[in-house]
């Protein structure tokens, strides 16, 4: 299938690779359908439905090395996790100027990758917030497309 994106314009791709989010982004329900794309070692998040529609995404894990989280047991069973190994987690960034990046650590992505669907989870108890400050000069090189 063709789809539209912001920054790389139209692209062929495999329906098998869409990542199905049944209920939405907060501010974001009407769109379900999500690409995951990679560029320089960042993470785009675009709507099948809507090239207007795009998110930049990092790996929490690799720029937050303290990063835990547990996935609430609703939002586990909501997304059929049964097994952790099968679950990405990936971090929503907010470009504050041309060297920070905010990136929400309280509301992560959980994808699982074997059903290929998603949500946005809202920690509880958490002492996380929606910006936690990542420094550009601080990218590891091992970053970029989670395999699944």
């Not at 996380?128 to 420094?135: A, F, G, K, N």
Request: charged share 20%.
């Amino acid at each position: 299938m063709l789809i539209e994106t912001l920054y790389f314009g139209p692209m062929e791709v495999e329906p098998e690779k869409l990542i199905l989010f049944p209920w939405g982004l907060p501010g974001f329900e009407e769109y379900k359908r999500f690409i995951l794309l990679e560029e320089e070692g960042f993470l785009w998040l675009q709507s099948a439905d809507s090239s207007e529609v795009v998110f930049a995404l990092c790996d929490p894990f690799l720029y937050f090395r303290n990063y835990e989280i547990d996935i609430p047991t609703a939002d586990c069973g909501s997304l059929a996790i049964i097994d952790h190994e099968n679950v990405i987690v990936l971090s929503m960034m907010n470009v504050l100027s041309p060297t920070e990046i905010g990136v929400n650590l309280l509301a992560p992505l959980v994808i699982n990758c074997q059903l290929r669907m998603g949500k946005q989870v809202i920690l509880e108890n958490s002492a996380y917030r929606v910006r936690h400050i990542l420094q550009l000069d601080n990218h590891p090189e091992d970053a970029g497309v989670p395999a699944f």
